[in-house]
């Protein structure tokens, strides 16, 4: 027996999972045959996760503003990370495991068996939601997880990042095509097959179009692969953005604290021209010129020497602050122009793939799905002929 394995970015929709509604497509008399192997509260999970981290991090912070009351809402309501992420595994389609039969049944006990791993491969993964549907046409399942990564140098210690997650397990982003989350989807895909195959099924592969789904439906997971490998890259761009962010309020400060210093020289020297202590005496009748010179002048001008070697030397310390601050912030300023371009630039992209996601919509309602789908065979038919005349041509000259 041969099936094949569908893995999908999710909604997220824990309502709908846990079946609290029910949609066009569930079968409500089926319901009882779902499994929920998890449901956590998602923020006591975060309470779990990153109280103890929060509570480091807010305990340095210097300045209210910066200090974080609560992580999840944070989290929910920035731009970098998404609170969880979402993946729905499948095996075969409709046809050929319904859930109704007998390979229904034994794709839920495949599926069940994975299950049980997945969090001990994944220890930078947090699963807080797993439901095993049954009432659909083909079982299938959804695993919610929060990514996270310890040892953090930015924000806190412990903090949410799918990239980062992914990297500490070992998937490391190289290519397009091999992003952290490729690399991790094709690795869960493997281990499902695994348990296939102790189970007598066979995975079959079915290169780039995946059959067993509509084009439309292979499409659009292809574009939220590439859009959730967008979103890590905004995600390390607006990090790196914050950072700047922070620099410039810390320089902020130290402009301020030199403004502060010069209202109190400045102070000061307002004092130098209306306190007694700071006007030189007439002499008295009686006092002879040397004793004047010996006992009022000359204490006068140490004095006025100390003063001025010190404040000299308060204004070397600070010119050099202000030298160094001013490198500084400009080539922060030169850093933040370049990744707030390539936030433009990766928003771009996103728009694009958006684009085209609805340009598939409507060449499917068009054309219909058989014939979109013939059209794309055909398409890469093409592609490998022309490629293999290429290598031919090729060889013939290195001959």
Known sequence: MQRTISVMIGKGSTKHNCRAFHAANTDPERTYLNRS??????????????SEALERYNEKQTRSDRVIADYYEKIRSGKQEKPFHEIILQIGNCDDMNSKTENGELAAKVLDEYIELFQFRNPNLRV????????EATPHLHID???????????????????????????KGGTKEETEWNQWVNSEKNQLASVMERHGIEW????????HLSVLDYEKKMRSEE??????????????????????????????RLQYHKSVV??????????????????????????????????FIKKLKDIIKSL???????????NN???????????NEKLMERIKEVKRDNRTLTEIAEDYRRIKNTLGAEQLDSILDMAQAAEQAQRQYVRLKKSGRER
């Open 145 to 171: 997880f929060v990514p996270f990564i310890t040892r953090s140098k930015r924000g806190l210690d412990t903090r949410v990042s799918l990239k980062q997650a992914l990297a500490a397990q070992g998937f």
């Open 227 to 256: 859009v959730a490998e967008l979103e890590t890259k905004i995600e390390d761009l607006q990090v790196a953005a914050q950072d700047t962010k922070k620099f410039a309020e810390e320089i902020q400060e130290k402009l301020d």
């Open 37 to 50: 192997y998890c449901n956590d509260d998602i923020q006591e999970v975060y309470r779990d996760l990153f």
């Open 266 to 299: 400045d102070l000061n020297a307002r004092k130098f021209d209306i306190e007694a202590e700071w006007q030189l005496p007439e002499p008295t009748v009686l006092m002879s010129a040397s004793s004047y010179k010996t006992k009022v002048v000359e204490p």
């Open 204 to 211: 079959q592969r079915k290169g780039t179009h995946e059959k």
């Open 128 to 135: 807080f939601s797993v439901h095993l549907h049954m009432d």
């Open 325 to 335: 601050l001013s490198s500084r912030l400009y080539r922060v300023s030169a850093d």
């Open 312 to 322: 000299v030397s308060q204004c070397l310390e600070l010119r050099s602050s202000v």
